[in-house]
């Protein structure tokens, strides 16, 4: 009856869970990711962001290229990282039911055999009193099992189960971000190799019009009308820009390297990699998430708020450490000398117990334990108000670049017209002797750097709105 007592009040204590409940941080207010303040008028006919819910879950066909979308999905099913991190996440998601498994009652079974002497003289008895050779020799069979359960009085088992499965959140949101990586990382590469391949068409092309000058001015050579200096200076810049393009070739195969990686393969096994940069989309729409909504889809930030769960949780581990505990258990035994004895009562024993512990002085350890675990949580929380900022930030940033590159490409545009115009004109004004090769070759070179800035600012519009995506965009979700 006692016992049965005992039992009845350690459950009715059973529900106490001391520690702090852990509350999500309340969601930030701003309705725009920029200032007033900042620049923003739009540029007319460039892609343009517009706040709601953000983009689609496969956001990278917004880009128009099947061949893209076949290498983001062959990375989601190949890349090493991704498969490391798949892995990760179902080890943290076995350690949580392992840990929920001290919440049930723990049951073992044990057989044990042993053949054993008795040590007579040990009880002050000799072999020869009685009528022995020597120290009789005897077998014991053995079978049993007991059960224990921890009243878990104060939680903190509940605590251990509640930041593990928070911890398995946190690895779950690690596992979301970093797919999500890898697929703006799959996406930038072939913004990359288009673009390098942009850079090529433009360094071939302007090849080309330096062989028209080397043409020009061997035919006013010929003609009696130029000189050789005219033809070395031609030459020259031939040569020059001729040894741009080995340079462009091999950043191109670093590039295509780089892809075969991130889909999981070898670079003999990606296959052809022909992307154009003027077929790809820039949708005149970019859808981008709320900042009220963002806190609850990027991955960085859902996984710093597990943290600071599995932080909030692990102060109430320390404080349980800090009060009694109290368990309960049984055992049955059977055991004899032969094997038909396990079968009868006579050879049955049994206990039933209950334990308490409880610290008493512990150097002030529990204490400062517990206050580790609260600073920890404050730490936890700061990190992730950090994460928060930093997600704004990010944002904000590519949002100003949006801006800012559809402008920059359409001054790069005019830069090109202009300066080819020019350089029409130098190389008819050379033509006819009003000038000479030098003011042709400027008007190149000038042709040539307004060129490859387009390309540049081409380039760099298409990356970043690849990564505004990234940046607004959930986890990656199979």
Not at 109 to 119: C, D, F, G, K, P
Not at 292 to 306: F, G, M, N, T, Y
Request: hydrophobic share 45%.
């Amino acid at each position: 009856m006692r016992l049965a007592l005992l039992i009845l009040a350690s459950a009715t204590l059973a529900g106490c869970t001391v520690g702090p409940d852990f509350q999500r941080p309340a969601t930030p207010t701003p309705e725009n990711y920029r200032g007033a303040t900042e620049r923003q008028e739009p540029v007319a006919g460039t892609p343009q962001a517009t706040l709601g819910i953000g983009p689609q879950a496969r956001w990278w066909q917004a880009f128009g290229s099947p061949e893209l979308d076949a290498l983001v999905d062959r990375a989601m099913l190949h890349n090493q990282t991704l498969a490391a991190s798949d892995a990760t996440l179902a080890a943290a998601a076995h350690d949580a039911r392992a840990i929920a498994g001290k919440r049930l009652p723990q049951i073992d079974a044990s057989a044990r055999v042993e053949q054993q002497q008795a040590n007579l003289a040990t009880f002050g008895f000799s072999s020869s009193s009685l009528g022995l050779a020597g120290n009789p020799d005897f077998h014991l069979y053995s079978v049993g099992g007991g059960i224990s359960y921890d009243l878990d009085l104060f939680g903190g088992v509940r605590r251990q189960v509640e930041q593990a499965r928070a911890q398995a959140e946190a690895q779950q949101r690690r596992t979301e971000a970093a797919h999500l990586t890898v697929a703006g990382q799959v996406v930038n590469q072939v913004l990359s190799i288009a673009a390098i391949r942009a850079q090529i068409s433009t360094a071939e092309m302007l090849l080309q019009e330096d062989q028209r000058n080397l043409d020009l001015t061997q035919k006013r050579k010929q003609a009696g009308e130029g000189t050789l200096v005219e033809v070395l200076n031609a030459q020259s810049q031939y040569v020059a820009d001729q040894g741009d393009i080995p340079q462009f070739y091999q950043q191109l195969e670093e590039a295509r390297h780089l892809l075969a990686v991130l889909v999981g393969v070898s670079p003999s096994e990606l296959g052809v990699t022909e992307f154009d940069l003027s077929k790809l989309v820039l949708t005149p729409g970019i859808p981008v998430t709320l900042p009220s909504e963002l806190v609850h889809k990027r991955p960085d930030i859902l996984q710093a708020e597990a943290n600071l769960h599995a932080a909030t949780a692990e102060i109430g581990i320390a404080t349980a450490r800090m009060y009694p505990d109290i368990s309960l258990g049984a055992t049955l035994s059977q055991a004899g000398p032969a094997i038909s004895d396990l079968v009868t009562n006579s050879f049955r024993g049994y206990d039933l117990f209950a334990g308490l512990t409880a610290p008493i002085f512990h150097g002030g350890t529990l204490k400062a334990q517990r206050a580790a675990a609260v600073s920890r949580a404050q730490a936890a929380a700061a990190t992730y108000q950090q994460t928060v900022l930093e997600a704004f930030q990010q944002v904000a940033d590519l949002l100003s670049a949006l801006q800012h590159d559809a402008q920059s490409v359409a001054t790069q545009a005019q830069s090109v017209a202009v300066a080819q115009h020019s350089l029409q004109l130098s190389r008819r004004s050379f033509q006819v002797g009003n000038s000479g090769i030098l003011q042709v070759l400027d008007s190149e070179r000038l042709y040539q750097r307004a060129s490859s800035n387009l390309v540049l600012a081409r380039s760099r519009q298409y990356l970043n709105v690849a990564r505004l995506y990234v940046a607004t965009a959930g986890g990656w979700t199979r």
